[in-house]
Structure formats: structure tokens, C-alpha cells
T-cell receptor, first 116, second 115 residues
Framework: DTGVSQDPRHKITKRGQNVTFRCDPI?????LYWYRQTLGQGPEFLTY????????KSRLLSDRFSAERPKGSFSTLEIQRTEQGDSAMYLC??????????????FGEGSRLTVL | AQSVAQPEDQVNVAEGNPLTVKCTYS??????LFWYVQYPNRGLQFLLK??????LVKGSYGFEAEFNKSQTSFHLKKPSALVSDSALYFC?????????????FGKGTRLSVIA
């Protein structure tokens, strides 16, 4: 499978615990995005990387959230001291920019977080 | 700032009838426009995009969308709906001149096709 993969697909945790999500993008894609989606809403942008550089962070990304893409390949999104309001689907997407690429996003299946 | 509005939370259509899912956008320059579909507990799947050129864009699964610059709209259409088209549909926009800004999504429209 050469699509975007995310792990884990589901995570249930207690308030105050830390969680980490992993995303493996399509191999030739240089951009990687994290979005958050809550029930009844569209995806909301969190942050994105071009290669290993984190180029933009949304104000939605509080200090408890950190994302990395250490070698420009896979990425991790860590949430520290989780709160019930963090319960959501966390979506990863990748795209290719450059040449004739128009940068449409290819999404993974998402990681659903439930904070009890 | 760029934004997308999907005025209908839910659209119901009978199988075999044409369907339209509405989208309007706001950008400061020219838009790149996209439609995505989401099935339950799944990620988003790309359907089609408008970058430039012909205002009528054809995409996957028989869907098409018409770009209307004067009305700032990009409505999704299909001539004959299938029950399997029932899903959540998202419109998204990026300002063409901004280069690096991420896609902004609408809230989504739930399409229900009734047999």
C-alpha cells in the first residue's frame, strides 16, 4: 500500500496522559500536514512540514501539542497532558509541491483520540 | 483570509436523480478549489479540483463541479445519484497567490441517497 498510513487508528486515554500519533506519508511527497476533525466539522489545520522543516503552526496548536518530522519522512504528533477537549480525529495528509504539482492533499485514515 | 461555506448540512436525493452539493468560497486572489469525500470512520478521499482553465471539472465516480467566478461558487454535481454516493462531502480552497497556505475546508455536507 503506497498511501498515507497513520498509527494507531484508535487511542483511548485518561485525562492527563500523553499520546503520540505517527504518520507515514506517500514516499515521494515533500509536504506533510496535520489536521484535526471533530464531529460535525470539517478538518481544521494544525501544522505542516516541508521536508523536515515545520513551516506553519495554527493557533489551535497549543503548547501541549508538538509535531516533528525528523528526517523529512514520517512525522509524529504528540499531545501532552491530554484534556477531554482533545478528543477528535487527527488526520495526516501529504502532498507534492514543485514542478507541475498542484498540491492536492492525500489523506490517511486518521487516528481517533478519545480522552476519558 | 480564505474561507469556504457549505450552506447545507444535509442533502437528500432519490437514487437516479441528479444531485448538487453547494459550495461558495472567499479568497483575496484566485482560488484553487477542491472537493473531497469522507465515508464513515475513514479519511478524506480526493474527488476533483479546479486549478485553471475549463470551468467544468470532471472527477472521480462520475462527479463534476462547475467553477463560477462571478458567484464565487464551486458546486459539486452528478447527473444520476447512487446509494453508494451517500457520504460526507467537503469543499476546500487555497488562494492561488499564497503558494504555501494550507487548504481550508468547509464544514461538510452530508449526502443521503435514498433507494
Amino acid at each position: 500500500d503506497t498511501g498515507v498510513s497513520q498509527d494507531p487508528r484508535h487511542k483511548i486515554t485518561k485525562r492527563g496522559q500523553n499520546v503520540t500519533f505517527r504518520c507515514d506519508p506517500i514516499s515521494e511527497h515533500n509536504r506533510l500536514y496535520w489536521y484535526r476533525q471533530t464531529l460535525g466539522q470539517g478538518p481544521e489545520f494544525l501544522t505542516y512540514f516541508q521536508n523536515e522543516a515545520q513551516l506553519e503552526k495554527s493557533r489551535l496548536l497549543s503548547d501541549r501539542f508538538s509535531a516533528e518530522r525528523p528526517k523529512g519522512s514520517f512525522s509524529t504528533l504528540e499531545i501532552q497532558r491530554t484534556e477531554q477537549g482533545d478528543s477528535a480525529m487527527y488526520l495526516c495528509a501529504s502532498s507534492f509541491t514543485g514542478g507541475a504539482g498542484t498540491g492536492e492533499l492525500f489523506f490517511g485514515e486518521g487516528s481517533r483520540l478519545t480522552v476519558l | 483570509a480564505q474561507s469556504v461555506a457549505q450552506p447545507e448540512d444535509q442533502v437528500n436525493v432519490a437514487e437516479g436523480n441528479p444531485l448538487t452539493v453547494k459550495c461558495t468560497y472567499s479568497v483575496s486572489g484566485n482560488p484553487y478549489l477542491f472537493w473531497y469525500v469522507q465515508y464513515p470512520n475513514r479519511g478524506l478521499q480526493f474527488l476533483l479540483k479546479y486549478i485553471t482553465g475549463d470551468n467544468l471539472v470532471k472527477g472521480s465516480y462520475g462527479f463534476e463541479a462547475e467553477f463560477n467566478k462571478s458567484q464565487t461558487s464551486f458546486h459539486l454535481k452528478k447527473p444520476s445519484a447512487l446509494v453508494s454516493d451517500s457520504a460526507l462531502y467537503f469543499c476546500a480552497v487555497r488562494d492561488m497567490g499564497s503558494g504555501n497556505t494550507p487548504l481550508v475546508f468547509g464544514k461538510g455536507t452530508r449526502l443521503s441517497v435514498i433507494a
